[in-house]
């Protein structure tokens, strides 16, 4: 993954991480991957805050998830957040089936959408593989085997 992200920005790729973890721990996780990303490129779930005077000063306190970045909620936070439809997307859910569709049906650049489907349970967590199996072959996604695809798991 680093050595992608490496490769998109150095051909002049704009790089977005669009995840349903809250955008603070995915810019903390990104911050920590990746040498050069910026906060307004990482895309997840917000949280909303309450502004309080406590011995009179202000602070923010912590009031509520805001709607959870998964299936739809990805496409539209791309669109209002980017202002651009996508020419490549990785998922690693069935829950990303929306954003690969909304990037595989670009009418204005030729695009690719991947799924690497979590199917080693030797080497970790096996997701729903069938699930991702099904949905790649539905929309015209590409299907990466962690299992046949990957020399290294983490």
Do not use: W
Not at 28 to 34: G, K
Not at 92 to 106: A, E, V, W
């Amino acid at each position: 993954m680093k050595e992608m992200f490496s490769y998109l920005q150095e051909m002049d790729f704009q790089v977005y991480f669009v995840s349903g973890s809250v955008r603070y721990a995915l810019y903390a996780l990104a911050t920590n991957l990746f040498d050069n990303i910026d906060f307004a490129h990482c895309i997840g779930t917000d949280c909303n805050y309450d502004f309080v005077i406590k011995d009179g000063k202000y602070e923010i306190q912590f009031a509520s998830v805001g709607e959870v970045n998964v299936k739809e909620s990805k496409v539209n936070k791309i669109i209002t957040q980017i202002g651009k439809r996508p020419v490549i997307a990785f998922g690693n859910s069935s829950g990303d089936r929306h954003m690969l569709q909304y990037t595989i049906t670009n009418p204005k650049y030729k695009s690719l959408g991947v799924a690497i489907n979590h199917d080693d349970e030797e080497r970790e967590y096996v997701y729903s593989f069938d699930k991702i199996h099904t949905m790649c072959q539905e929309i015209g996604a590409l299907e990466v085997s962690v299992k046949n695809d990957f020399l290294t798991v983490f």
